[in-house]
């Protein structure tokens, strides 16, 4: 029965019956294949740990049975860019008959494509299409999630795109980080003028939409295609000033020296990494910056260089998993779909896996004292499981397991 303060969908009370996956809770004394308990107070973890050392003064709380679930960390999707308006299955089908991505690009599809049809939706078109996305992920057990702007490439429309992001978390309850990517492609309009968009972005865009406290950090795409080391470094130094952490797109389609880059400025993440050297993995390391892997363009692509895993494995670089859900080189919005892929096309472990989609992906978004882990006195984000043991969450394609999702500090399904 739910005490009187309860509304129908809180979490608070006592979690029996679980089992805890490797690395969930690792701050927690447990034993493995022990049954396990959460107890939640507030909306925050209480205690966790081994059934059979729950705290007397616990047992009297609202009970949750858990059926004997395995439980992990609620899911964190650390690199999308879920705000957009049309799609791009045309140039999945030109991508088929032959044509590169880069020719894509030049042609005038690829992002600037996504720029055409963003520009023309309304913020409420923009948010509806986003929502139907985000659902689907969170049924999923993702409980925080990172939106990019970067298809809007003006003021007016990168804004557009940022509201809607914090509309999402609002709406459905879920922690979202909004980064600004106002340096992801040339807007048509400034063609042939590279530098005079970056001037724009530093002195106007980035300054206006973090006063309205619609930026958590800032990226930009260091790419032959897109925007050179030198006007990567412009964009950090006005995010630096503004005291936003940085991210980047590096090393994607070529080796650019980016993550070095970044990784100065003390990037939480270098994403995509395909083409990253032995330099950049040593700066990586050194500032602590996470690798994310993002498997669903590297098999959209059909690329065949793979990110140096064992290399980063060595160097205790943290790797992090994500969708990269985008119209263009990623259309996947299933993260567990992205845990099959990191393992059977990157060779990543089971284990590697599930932190690279909780605690890693946390830490990439900053999150690492809110997400990621299920701990005392950190917000109740935590999934359920109705699986036999945890390899299944990698090993199906197309299931979705989620038995219970608890996502800030309330039962979501």
Not at 89 to 105: I, K, M, P, W
Not at 342 to 356: D, H, I, K, S, Y
Request: negative net charge; proline residues 6%.
């Amino acid at each position: 029965m739910l005490l009187p303060h309860q509304a129908p969908d809180c979490a608070d009370g006592l979690w029996t019956d679980l089992r805890l996956a490797p690395g969930a809770a690792p701050a927690s004394t447990t034993t493995p294949d022990a049954p396990a308990a959460i107890v939640v107070a507030q909306g925050r973890i209480a205690w966790v740990g081994d059934a059979s050392a729950l705290p007397a003064h616990f047992a009297h709380l609202t009970p949750h049975a858990g059926a004997g679930a395995w439980v992990t960390p609620g899911l964190v999707d650390c690199h999308t860019h879920l705000v957009y308006g049309g799609q791009r299955a045309n140039e999945f089908a030109l991508r088929l008959a032959g044509a590169s991505y880069e020719e894509v690009a030049r042609a005038g599809g690829g992002i600037v494509s996504s720029v055409r049809a963003t520009r023309q939706a309304s913020e409420d078109e923009l948010f509806a299409s986003a929502a139907a996305r985000l659902e689907l992920l969170l049924a999923e057990g993702v409980c925080a999630i990172e939106i990019k702007s970067g298809y809007g490439l003006a003021l007016a429309h990168e804004r557009k795109q940022l509201r809607v992001a914090r509309r999402l978390g609002k709406a459905f309850g879920v922690t979202v980080r909004t980064t600004f990517l106002g340096a992801h492609a040339l807007p048509p309009e400034y063609a042939g003028r590279s530098s005079d968009s970056i001037d724009l972005v530093c002195r106007n865009r980035l300054p206006a939409l973090a006063a309205e406290g619609l930026v958590d950090a800032v990226d930009v795409f260091c790419e032959r295609i897109a925007f050179s080391l030198e006007e990567t470094e412009r964009v950090f130094k006005a995010a630096q000033a503004l005291g936003l952490p940085v991210k980047l797109h590096a090393e994607q389609l070529s080796d650019m020296g980016g993550a070095a880059l970044a990784a100065r400025y003390g990037a939480l993440s270098c994403d995509h990494i395909e083409h990253l050297s032995p330099a950049g993995i040593a700066a990586m390391r050194d500032a602590g910056s996470v690798a994310v892997l993002l498997p669903g363009a590297y098999y959209t692509l059909r690329d065949t260089h793979l990110p140096p895993i064992e290399a980063l494995r060595q160097a205790g670089v943290p790797m992090a998993v994500s969708t990269d859900h985008n119209p263009g080189t990623s259309p996947c919005l299933s993260l567990l779909t992205m845990m099959n892929m990191a393992c059977t096309l990157f060779r990543l472990t089971v284990p590697e896996a599930l932190a690279g989609v909780t605690q890693h992906a946390a830490r990439a978004l900053g999150l690492q004292d809110t997400h990621g882990v299920i701990a005392v006195g950190m917000p109740a984000n935590f999934v359920l499981w109705g699986v036999n043991e945890v390899a299944e969450l990698a090993y199906w394609l197309g299931a979705r397991p989620v038995q219970c999702v608890v996502r800030q500090g309330r039962i979501a399904a």
